[in-house]
């Protein structure tokens, strides 16, 4: 286990860890491999919930059921996915077959409908195959398990073009007793701030109000999920949902709470790392890439910069060629839409600065070359503006991006 401020990172942890939560995955028949493609995290009790979704204007049916589910009660107990359809645009039978779910996994874990969330990744526009997913949920009781092996299955379920799983968990003290927080990801192609195809579930045991994790999530997905980017596409289908069974025994978390701050921390570092796995895993990807934007006039302006940035193709496709052009790079800050001192800019590449005052500066282009050629890479960007930063991540731009998703429905 690794210590991380207040909290302390659990290896190995899964949705599973924290108290009352149970997981499972199966293979429906959706996805042409034997890879699980239905899967399902099942609290002992009604868990306080809270989501965030795409705000792309075509909403695929699942996340409207899941809204609804939450704003009844802001409670769920179940919460089921399935991948290789995503059961978008596909108009009113879509949406029925979103209900049908909703009612077959309620019935199948004894829960009232309004304490199921529901939620689809994979291909738009096809009708979801629901005799398979039928005889999926009927299934699934018997493979849902508080083990870590349970969390390993779900995860492996939540995967389309994904080519390893995204997980975390820690621990912290609040209020004397022992608090989980534990998350679990999809996400590799069409990912870009403001969600993107990505599907995040974080489970906690601890005693918090809905309200509270609503207006916690909020927060940190503006600051981690809402600052990657792969390709620049935002899917119909993102959702990241947060349930807290309150098994841990603490008193009720929420602003004001002298535990507060150490929660949110951990909340924030569980959201972290799940969106620099998602990054990390762009589809085609060699290198994770992290801008950071220091000194600017505000935190808006900064995550607005950051995130041009880690967005420009010409910037992700000179990483992917280690090519140290930084000119790439300057002209992505400059067209942010956010005003910037054209005299006072510094960029660096990990520790190779290349413009300092706006003004080249004379580096080592094998050095730089060498660096690039990392599974990592840094561009540090200072604007002497101001007091506020930001981070972005993404990942290069390379050849088989464009192989897979020239084929991605075959």
């Known amino acids: 286990m690794a210590q991380q401020n207040e909290f302390v990172v659990v290896e190995n942890g899964s949705v599973t860890t924290p108290k009352g939560f149970r997981a499972g995955g ?12 239905l899967g399902v995290i099942v609290c002992d009790v009604p868990a306080a919930a809270a989501g965030v979704y795409t705000l792309n204007s075509f ?16 409670k769920l107990q179940v919460m089921l996915v399935n991948s290789g359809n995503a059961n978008a645009c596909t108009g009113k039978q879509g949406e029925e077959d979103a209900r ?22 994979g291909v738009i526009g096809e009708l979801l195959k629901m005799d398979k997913v039928s005889a999926g949920i009927a299934g699934l009781p018997t493979r849902v398990s508080a083990s870590d092996e349970g969390g390993e299955q779900f995860s492996q379920a939540i995967l389309t073009t994904d080519l390893v799983k995204k997980t975390v968990c820690v621990k912290l003290t609040v ?8 998350g679990a990801a999809k996400g590799s192609g069409m990912i870009h701030p403001n969600m993107a195809t990505m599907l995040g579930f974080i489970t906690t045991d601890a005693a918090v109000s809905s309200a509270a994790l609503q207006q916690l999530l909020n927060g940190v997905t503006d600051s981690t ?8 596409d935002t899917s119909t289908n993102d959702m990241v949902v947060v349930m807290a069974s309150g098994l841990a025994g603490n008193d ?20 972290e790392v799940l969106a620099k796995a998602i990054a990390r895993d762009g589809e085609g990807a060699t290198k994770l890439i992290e801008v950071s934007v220091v000194h600017a006039e505000s935190e808006e302006a900064a995550r607005a910069i950051a995130k041009t940035v ?50 080249p500066v004379k580096f080592d282009e094998e050095k730089a070359a060498a660096y690039l050629k990392g599974d990592f890479v840094l561009i540090h960007i200072d604007l002497h503006m101001g007091n506020s930063s930001a981070t972005a991540w993404g ?14 429905r075959t």
């Open 26 to 37: 199966l293979h429906c028949g959706l996805k042409k491999t034997e890879r699980n493609d």
């Open 175 to 182: 209020g004397g007793q022992t608090v989980h927080i534990a």
């Open 252 to 271: 009720e978390l929420g602003e004001g709470h002298a535990d507060w701050e150490a929660f949110a921390a951990g909340f924030r570092y569980v959201g």
């Open 225 to 232: 999920f809402n600052m990657i980017t792969v390709d620049g």
């Open 395 to 408: 990942c290069d731009l390379t050849y088989d991006y464009v192989r897979i998703n020239a084929a991605y």
């Open 59 to 74: 909403q695929a049916a699942p996340l409207q059921v899941t809204k609804e589910s939450i704003a009844a009660e802001g």
């Open 100 to 121: 049908t779910m909703r009612s077959l996994a309620a019935k199948a874990f004894g829960v009232p409908d309004h304490y199921v969330g529901v939620t689809s990744t």
């Open 310 to 359: 880690i967005g420009s193709s010409l910037v992700k496709s000179a990483c992917f060629g280690a090519d140290a052009n930084w000119g790439r790079i300057i002209a992505a800050v400059g067209r942010s839409g956010y005003p910037v001192n054209t005299e006072t800019v510094d960029i660096r590449l990990g520790d190779i600065v290349t413009l300092e005052q706006s003004r």
